[in-house]
């Protein structure tokens, strides 16, 4: 399975955007790029998913490097609950979801 | 809205204890998974399904069996509960795995094994 890295932590200030970095340099082309977060005390929530263009929903933006080796994942504006665990993972055809360690993201007021 | 349901919530064991972890969903997902996450780790994975009738190892097996009993149930079992599988356990499920499909998690059991 193709791994990802991510920063261990990161800060933002409260209305701020937020850009959360993920490398994954081993990634098949038929790898789809996800990412989870999970609050604390609660189990892990989707947040977003692409295979090759940038995607928007509701909750954040992926921005998906050319070559495919990196992506990020945006919060256009930080609120107090977007304190979580960020999770960056690559999930195959008929595959599975390996979880890494994942970016602990705290947001100041 | 139940989604995933996962019982019990806590639970408390002495060593060599047998218990099982319920999990059910009812969103009608082919594919099935429990995960185990320790303090200030991420998820492992312990056994999934991708389908009724098939089960598969995951990262960490050892210690574990699963049963996915029908298409909404998929429980996990420690036959001999050890201290090392402190643990709270998460049960997911998703559609059959083409890749982009979303996971759906429980809200997960804390367990303690004494």
């Known amino acids: 399975d193709a791994k990802t890295t991510q920063p261990n932590s990161m800060e933002s200030n409260e209305e701020e955007p937020v850009h959360l970095p993920c490398n994954h340099s081993?990634?098949?082309?038929?790898?789809?790029i996800h990412w989870y977060r999970q609050l604390p005390s609660q189990g892990p929530e989707y947040v977003i998913h692409g295979l090759t263009s940038n995607v928007n929903n509701r909750m954040a933006s992926l921005a998906i490097a050319e070559d495919r080796k990196s992506s990020t994942l945006i919060l256009h504006r930080a609120t107090l609950r977007d304190a979580a665990v960020y999770y960056c993972i690559l999930r195959p055809l008929g595959g599975k979801l390996i979880f890494g360690q994942g970016t602990e993201l705290s947001v100041k007021p | 809205n139940a989604g995933v349901t996962q019982t019990p919530k806590f639970q408390v064991l002495k060593t060599g204890q047998s218990m099982t972890l319920q999990c059910a969903q009812d969103?009608?997902?082919?594919?099935m998974y429990w995960y185990r996450q320790d303090p200030g780790m991420g998820l492992r994975l312990i056994y999934y399904?991708?389908?009724?009738?098939?089960?598969d190892k995951g990262e960490v097996p050892n210690g574990y069996n699963v049963s996915r009993l029908n298409k909404r149930e998929f429980s996990l079992r420690l036959e001999s509960a050890a201290p090392s599988q402190t643990s709270v356990y998460f049960c997911?499920?998703?559609?059959?795995?083409?890749?982009?499909?979303?996971?759906?998690f429980g809200s997960g059991t804390q367990l303690s094994v004494l």
């Open positions: 969103m009608n997902h082919n594919s």
């Open positions: 399904s991708a389908s009724e009738g098939t089960t």
């Open positions: 081993t990634i098949s082309g038929t790898d789809y």
């Open positions: 997911a499920s998703s559609d059959a795995g083409l890749g982009k499909e979303k996971l759906f």
